[in-house]
């Protein structure tokens, strides 16, 4: 069966990518293609929706999508854990609500570098994560990197929050989940996350390079396919990729 997709954001970089694989798939196929002038009305009726938009428009596509009972895949970052509880709260209170995917980072590398820094969290007293985003990123920090903390912070339990001296000057970073973020806004390059992990006498730097939009691609179908087959809300691609965390529940 063909799943019929409507892209949101469809005239944008990521939306462009989407519409090229769903015409390149044979079990894909496009709905509709939404820019910012478009009514969210013309997403309604879609086997799932993909929001590739703004941080400031995801919000109401997120929640119009729960309300027209479409699964939605949403790969616009500015997602904090506060803003996805709201999302819980409606799909609870919305009779057959389907899906919603928040997928921070489509990049498979990106999933498995945020695993793998979770499972380093408890080894570790101080961790950072410094990100760094081609200059027209409109929101910092990176979703990804927001995602990244709050794993590291949820694997570290017990063990409390890293050590983040002086966090209080603003050269130190954002606190997410405790975690130190930086934030770096470049020409140049996509996108790269470092997160640096110290103990005593050594670091671990877990680095992930985006080096051309491809790599969002395999992540892309991988989300457009399970959507409309899941149930609730789920934060993160490693939730369909069974790496073992405690992902999904966020
Ligand atoms: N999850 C992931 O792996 C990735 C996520 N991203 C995120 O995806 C999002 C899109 O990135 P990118 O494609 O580079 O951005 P672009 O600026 O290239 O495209 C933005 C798109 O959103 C549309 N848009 C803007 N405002 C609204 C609105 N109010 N309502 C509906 N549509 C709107 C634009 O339409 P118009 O042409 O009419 O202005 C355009 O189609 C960003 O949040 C980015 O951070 C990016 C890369 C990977
Ligand atoms: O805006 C981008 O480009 C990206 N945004 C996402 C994020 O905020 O993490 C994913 C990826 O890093 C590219």
């Excluded at 027209?136 to 890293?162: C, F, H, Q, W, Y």
């Excluded at 983040?164 to 970073?173: E, F, L, N």
């Excluded at 140049?188 to 939009?213: F, K, N, Y």
């Amino acid at each position: 069966m063909t799943i019929r997709v409507a892209v949101v954001g469809a005239t944008g970089k990521m939306g462009q990518l989407a519409l090229r694989l769903i015409e390149e798939a044979d079990d894909l196929e496009p709905f509709a293609a939404l820019d910012s002038r478009s009514s969210l009305d013309e997403l309604d009726g879609a086997d799932v929706a993909i929001d590739l938009t703004h941080p400031g428009a995801s919000g109401e596509i997120v929640a119009h999508a729960i309300a027209a009972r479409v699964p939605v895949v949403v790969g616009t970052s500015g997602w904090s854990v506060d803003r996805i509880a709201d999302i819980r709260r409606r799909h609870r209170e919305t009779d057959g609500a389907r899906a919603v995917l928040f997928v921070p980072n489509f990049s498979i590398g990106s999933v498995l570098g945020s695993a793998f820094a979770a499972m380093a969290a408890p080894f570790f007293e101080s961790i950072e994560i410094v990100e760094a985003h081609h200059a027209g990123k409109v929101d910092s920090p990176s979703g990804t990197a927001v995602r990244t903390a709050e794993l590291m912070a949820d694997a570290r339990g017990t063990d409390g929050p890293v050590a983040a001296p002086h966090a209080d000057q603003r050269a130190r970073g954002q606190l997410v989940a405790g975690v130190p973020v930086h934030s770096l806004r470049l020409s140049g390059l996509l996108a790269e996350q470092r997160v640096v992990l110290g103990g005593d006498g050594e670091t671990l730097s877990i680095v992930h390079t985006t080096i051309s939009p491809s790599s969002y691609e395999a992540g892309i179908l991988l989300a457009l396919r399970s959507a409309p087959g899941r149930e609730g809300v789920t934060v993160g691609l490693d939730a369909l990729l069974d790496l073992g965390l405690p992902a999904g529940e966020r």
